[in-house]
């Protein structure tokens, strides 16, 4: 591939806000590429800008995960020919935590146990969530589960790489497009006091204060999770 063709073209789909995560699609020759997908709540936009785009959600090739929270993840049903990719580490530590929270019926129990420092308004707004998230992981988030691969296992497409951004959760990544102006989708490693990942604690603090720098470091065009994209010189 020369480095015309490996030029990629980037749409973002959906942007990040405080509700929704970011959906970026990646175009180059026949692969039509999604960086997370989204959940059920924006499935109708997701499959809207597809459309406006010249896409069918049957024509994407790959979805390439930053991390595997419901609102990143949960649009797999629609999705039905693409590869599916995760890190290792992520995809553990999700299909723990999805399976113990369809297990476990206590809802105060089951928080605390994931987030022991969360109490009061905070507590009472995860514990108001968490029927929803139960309903999305056995309706959505659990469709073609056991067919998610592994970076670590999988090639990604030339011109495509994974920048390990763990501490949000325990493999969260960042996906690197080499493009002349290279663009890092960041996940959710980058927050701010007015997104709602601000009221959810990172499963590791110090890595997650690592993985932030790294991204701040890094020279191109940055499109985050919950966050407006911006560039970075």
Same mark, same amino acid.
């Given at each position: ?39 059920? +709540?924006?499935?109708?936009? !997701?499959?809207?800008? $597809?459309? =406006? ?6 024509? %994407? *090739?790959? #979805? ?27 995809? +553990?530590?999700?299909?723990? !935590?999805?399976?113990? $929270?369809? =297990? ?6 089951? %928080? *605390?146990? #994931? ?119």
């Amino acid at each position: 591939m020369n480095r015309a063709e490996n030029n990629w073209k980037i749409d973002i789909l959906l942007q990040g806000n405080p509700t929704q995560a970011a959906v970026t699609l990646l175009r180059n020759r026949d692969l039509l590429v999604l960086v997370d997908s989204g959940w059920p +709540r924006t499935r109708t936009q !997701l499959v809207t800008a $597809l459309a =406006e785009h010249g896409v069918q959600p049957q024509n %994407i *090739t790959h #979805v390439l995960h930053t991390h595997l929270h419901i609102d990143h993840a949960a649009n797999h049903p629609i999705l039905t020919e693409a590869v599916l990719l995760a890190s290792k580490a992520e995809f +553990r530590w999700a299909d723990r !935590l999805y399976h113990n $929270l369809i =297990e476990d019926e206590d809802d105060v129990r089951f %928080i *605390t146990s #994931v987030f022991p420092q969360l109490s009061g308004p905070t507590l009472e707004q995860a514990v108001a969530f968490i029927q929803l998230a139960r309903r999305i992981c056995r309706r959505d988030l659990f469709s073609r589960w056991d067919e998610i691969q592994f970076y670590e296992d999988h090639g990604l497409p030339e011109g495509l790489s994974v920048m390990p951004l763990p501490g949000h959760t325990p493999g969260h990544c960042g996906i690197v497009v080499s493009n002349p102006e290279p663009v890092l989708m960041a996940g959710d490693a980058l927050t701010t006091e007015h997104t709602c990942l601000s009221r959810m604690p990172p499963t590791n603090p110090n890595e997650f204060e690592a993985s932030t720098e790294t991204v701040r470091r890094f020279r191109g065009r940055i499109i985050p999770g919950h966050l407006p994209p911006f560039e970075q010189r």
